[in-house]
């Protein structure tokens, strides 16, 4: 395993998850195809299915092989990060 | 294959299955994260996963690589009768 190997690795791995995230959520978010345009739900619940899903691939790697675990991210900057809206 | 291989052409094959086995565990960890947010992400609402999600993903991988070893014990079972 090179450096070339793992920077492609790396790529494929992103693009799968991409893939599985706009599988998972445009299944999860977008109820019916009758309007072009997104509505404010569907792109709200864009972003929180995005984010749901790294969490849960989180917790499943770190199941499944718990000794290279990614370590869970400081709760603070994701706390800082959020709109006031909520 | 008749003849004895050699030793570079066993490193390669080494290799070959190191890089294949890395492949393949993000390949199952994207799926079975794929299957158990399907299965498990039913609160919109909030943006991480809550408690009930998170133990039924939990769960889910649980389940999943109890499945899957009861599926290779029946595989071994099976191939060795063939």
Known sequence: MDDIDVKILEMKMISKMFTGISEACSAKCISKYSEGELNVGEAVCAERCAQKWMDTFKNVQSKINPQNAVPATPAEPAEQKKSSWF | ?82
């Open chain 2, 1 to 82: 294959m008749e003849r004895k291989l050699s030793k570079k052409e066993e490193e390669k094959i080494v290799q070959e299955l190191n890089k294949m086995q890395m492949l393949e565990m993000v390949d199952t960890s994207v799926n079975l994260t794929n299957k158990c947010f399907q299965a498990c992400a039913t609160n919109f609402r909030i943006r991480t996963l809550d408690d009930d999600e998170q133990l039924c993903v939990y769960k889910c991988v649980e389940k999943n690589t109890n499945f899957l070893s009861a599926i290779n014990s029946h595989f071994v079972k099976l191939s060795g009768d063939a």
